[in-house]
């Protein structure tokens, strides 16, 4: 839909329509008066021409990304390349899990959504990580829609987001409108809102036949899947949306018959149901010295160099001994090089400026939990985090990463206690939706901004944080 203009609204008058036009209970909330559980900014987190540009390009670099990724695993697991990268990425897995992600019905299978969480820094992005099973979408749509209700046109356009989802959906099964079960779980239940307001904006569009159903609302014949509408009818899906994690699959009722369909090819499962290209390690094997070539050879060296500024020093913390002479490449503690990740303890507050959070297939591993930045940790509290990364490793691998700290910028919202706008510094993390709608194409349906203040470490949706859309800044100049 195209954005029409409205009168002159004031900044106040903008936050004010935006917290009122957003469906109530995308996201949940503590305090049942609240329709939003963070504030509100009266106009979209605004990006130079640059950003823009960059995060647009961004995309098939990830997906190019993705494909490498998997390739590297699969020649690894068949003994064509270094045995170490499929021993990290299936390490602490079930053997089904490990199956799974090696059968030859998926094996070729990258995510459908893209979504790398970037902070804004004084020298531009860096990706923190990425997350192919992400919340977000239906807040970042309706977002849109609301500002576009006073004239603002949000980055990825104001559809961009049922839009791209419903062209990777064309592109996962091969038809013009098709019909999409999006499965949400018990333990995924927080983004069941959200998703059912992209259901419901997809229909509406006329984009997708897409409804929102809980695990045992699907139902197997020997022709397909398929969902049951409230008059009783049935309709058979030609895609099931995977909104709930791997490691919690043995909990999803019904698992067993949506895998077996997949497996046939009677619906196509998006994500793919692969958790080794769910893994944060990823971005270890991508800095790994010995890989390089390997790297090089999957992606080009231009777009090696581009992801390589990108992805942050990452290594697993890996607590197996090494021979007396060598040493973890790239790591040192008091200006030395070190070769036991224990020697980490010894760092003071001033050089720790690293992460340490797990790896993948855990509830650990998503919504910020996991994470613990060093240099916020007393001497204790970083010895234990070292000591409990390095003995979870057959479990849950951990990875140590560089931290990177966000620029600081200045940021309005409306204060819904003095009814005014205010501002407070904060620092950004930016998270585009890409959505995979070719072997090495992608389009960009939308970005959301959370800017938390600048005291924060992390950047998560708190309720002193805003979270938003992004527009290209009024001040840059247009084609």
């Known amino acids: 839909m195209a954005c029409t203009a409205t009168s002159n609204l004031t900044a106040r008058e903008q936050a004010h329509h935006l917290y009122d036009a957003i469906p109530p209970g995308l996201f949940r909330v503590e305090n049942e008066n609240e329709r939003i559980a963070w504030r509100v900014s009266p106009e979209p987190f605004a990006l130079t021409a640059a950003q823009l540009g960059e995060i647009e390009r961004l995309g098939t670099d990830l997906l190019a990304f993705y494909r490498a990724l998997n390739g590297l695993y699969n020649r690894s697991a068949r003994g064509t390349a270094p045995a170490f990268i499929a021993e990290y990425l299936d390490r602490g897995k079930p053997e089904q899990i490990v199956k799974l992600a090696r059968q030859n019905r998926f094996k070729s299978d990258v995510p459908g959504v893209l979504r790398p969480d970037l902070i804004l820094t004084d020298d531009g992005f860096t990706a923190t990580e990425l997350d192919s099973v992400p919340g977000g979408m239906g807040f970042v749509g309706a977002t849109t829609e609301a500002y576009c209700q006073v004239g603002i046109e949000s980055a990825g356009g104001n559809d961009g987001i049922p839009k791209g989802y419903a062209s990777m959906l064309r592109y996962v099964t091969g038809v013009e409108k098709p019909t999409v079960a999006i499965v949400v779980s018990e333990e995924s239940r927080d983004y069941r809102a959200e998703m059912a307001w992209l259901a419901g904006t997809l229909r509406r569009l006329g984009l997708a036949n897409a409804w929102l159903r809980a695990p045992q609302e699907v139902f197997f014949t020997e022709d397909g899947l398929f969902i ?61 010295y010995a890989l390089a070539r390997l790297w090089q050879e999957e992606l080009g060296k231009e777009r090696f160099e581009r992801l390589r500024a990108l992805f942050p020093k990452t290594w697993v913390m890996d607590p197996r001994p090494l021979p007396p002479q060598a040493v973890i490449a790239g790591l040192e503690a008091g200006g030395a090089p070190i070769s036991d990740f224990r020697k980490l303890v010894d760092l003071g507050k001033s050089e720790r400026d690293y992460v340490v959070k797990p790896s993948g297939f855990s509830e650990l591993a998503w919504g910020s939990r996991g994470v613990k930045i060093a240099n916020d940790l007393t001497k204790e509290e970083w010895t234990a985090t070292v000591d409990t990364a390095l003995a979870s490793f057959d479990k849950v691998p951990y990875i140590l990463q560089r931290f990177h700290k966000g620029k600081r910028i200045r940021q309005q919202y409306l204060d819904r206690e003095s009814d005014e706008i205010r501002t407070f510094d904060g620092r950004v993390r930016l998270c585009p939706y890409y959505f995979v709608t070719g072997e090495e194409t992608v389009v960009l349906g939308g970005i959301l901004a959370t800017i938390a203040p600048a005291d924060k470490r992390l950047i998560h949706g708190m309720t002193d944080a805003v979270m938003t859309s992004c527009v290209l800044s009024p001040d840059e100049p247009t084609d």
């Open 228 to 288: 049951r509408h409230e008059d009783g009818r049935e309709e058979r899906i030609d895609a099931l949306y995977r909104n709930f994690e791997l490691f919690d699959l043995l909990n999803v009722p019904k698992q067993e018959l949506m895998l077996y369909a997949a497996r046939h090819n009677r619906v196509r499962i998006v994500p793919t149901p692969k958790a080794n290209l769910e893994e944060k390690l990823s971005f270890a094997l991508f800095h790994h």
